[in-house]
Nanobody
């Protein structure tokens, strides 16, 4: 069992930055690929970024490429999402998720069904 807790959300002006954190419990963090998703009111949950178990491979949604950076620190059981040049359309609840499979590709992890565990979410609001 893996428990995930997001933090770091808040209210920021357009063009600003935020860094989200996802803290994982248990000893299995380093064996799980991880991802970030987001869900705006009235919309489906969308893929944002994913990172491999070692952190050596990352994959981003086109909408955030060049602005967001996903990273992880396995020694701290924590994953991060650095968000720069934020836009009002980035406003959403952001969720982190863990994928226990050893065989899922980065592209496959763009689908929420690839993940086994989810956090409770953290709100990000970007004002114009």
């Amino acid at each position: 069992q893996v428990q995930l807790v997001e933090s770091g959300g808040g209210l920021v002006e357009a063009g600003g930055s935020l860094r989200l954190s996802c803290a994982a419990s248990g000893r299995t963090f380093s064996s799980a690929a991880m991802g970030w998703f987001r869900q705006a009111p009235g919309k489906e949950r969308d893929f944002v970024a994913t990172i491999s178990r070692s952190g050596g491979s990352t994959y981003y949604a086109d909408s955030v490429k060049g602005r967001f950076t996903i990273s992880r620190d396995n020694a701290k059981n924590t994953m991060y999402l650095q968000m720069n040049n934020l836009k009002p359309e980035d406003t959403a609840v952001y969720y982190c998720a863990a994928d226990r499979s050893l065989y899922t590709s980065s592209r496959q992890r763009a689908a929420s069904a690839s993940y086994d565990y989810w956090g409770q979410g953290t709100q990000v609001t970007v004002s114009s």
